[in-house]
């Protein structure tokens, strides 16, 4: 692999890695750009186990060894001082390395759940955090794969990457339409839409669980508000998790994680 030592931190190499907290520039790069950045060896080698391109690495000469037997010949790996580091992202990297990694095609939709039983759908969750850690319950809690809707926050974003601790390249996932036409994809997989919220008619999730159909897609609405109307209309059956002590449900990510443990494989 090429190892280039930077000096600069206007170098036109580096612009990938430039001001990563700036959200408008972020988004620019990644979806729109076709890029998203991988934090971290371990973040990259699964990113590069599922099969994902990086453009190149940046690298601090102390983690420099920690990369090289991951990326290919042809991949160029950009050596920096932790200085130059901060200075292009915005915050001190501690995780040794960023990748500048090409963003794959999302499959079809039919593609992804061809084979599940229990999938996960996302509905304009927005805090990329939430979004990281539900896709870490999806893989530890056996759901099948992830899907999002059109404003839903990017799993490939790098905070949702490093919250999941690299899950997102593990759990197959992709967008789904508007719900006018979802819904109609999804039972046309076979799947019963139970929807995750508070409703005068709604089943415990233990309810639920007894009569757990073949094929189930739980539905998460987005922090504050929940589900949208549409999503509560797409649904089959509106599922909720009994609490007490006066609280009246759970932050989202908390939520998944004990309706994937209730609805897992038997």
């Not at 612009?15 to 971290?40: C, K, N, W």
């Not at 290919?72 to 050596?79: E, L, Q, S």
């Not at 059109?150 to 690299?166: F, H, K, N, Q, T």
């Amino acid at each position: 692999m090429p190892v280039l030592e930077i000096t600069d931190a206007a170098d036109e190499r580096l612009a990938d890695y430039r001001d990563l907290t700036d959200v408008a520039l972020r988004r620019v790069l990644e979806p729109e750009g076709g890029l998203y950045i991988a934090e971290s060896a371990k973040v990259i080698a699964r990113a590069l186990a599922a099969g994902h391109r990086p453009r190149s690495v940046l690298v601090q000469e102390k983690w420099l060894a920690d990369i090289e037997d991951l990326v290919d010949a042809a991949t160029p790996v950009y050596v920096v001082t932790p200085g130059i580091a901060e200075s292009l992202t915005g915050y001190a990297v501690h995780r040794g390395a960023l990748a500048a990694m090409h963003r794959p095609p999302l499959p079809a939709v039919a593609d992804v759940v061809g084979d599940a039983r229990l999938v996960v759908v996302l509905e304009d969750i927005v805090d990329h955090t939430n979004v990281g850690a539900i896709f870490r319950a999806a893989a530890g809690l056996g759901a099948d794969a992830v899907l999002v809707s059109p404003r839903c926050a990017d799993p490939l974003y790098r905070r949702s990457v490093r919250v999941s601790m690299g899950t997102v390249f593990q759990v197959p996932w992709t967008r789904l339409p508007e719900w006018s036409e979802a819904r109609g994809v999804l039972h046309e997989a076979g799947f019963e839409l139970a929807a995750l919220a508070l409703a005068d008619d709604a089943v415990s999730l233990d309810a639920f669980s007894a009569r757990r159909p073949e094929r189930v897609a739980l539905m998460l609405g987005a922090e504050g508000d929940g589900l949208s109307r549409r999503a509560l209309e797409a649904a089959d059956t509106v599922v909720t998790i009994p609490m007490a002590g006066g609280v009246d449900s759970l932050n989202v990510a908390a939520a998944s994680a004990v309706a994937l443990w209730e609805l897992r494989a038997r």
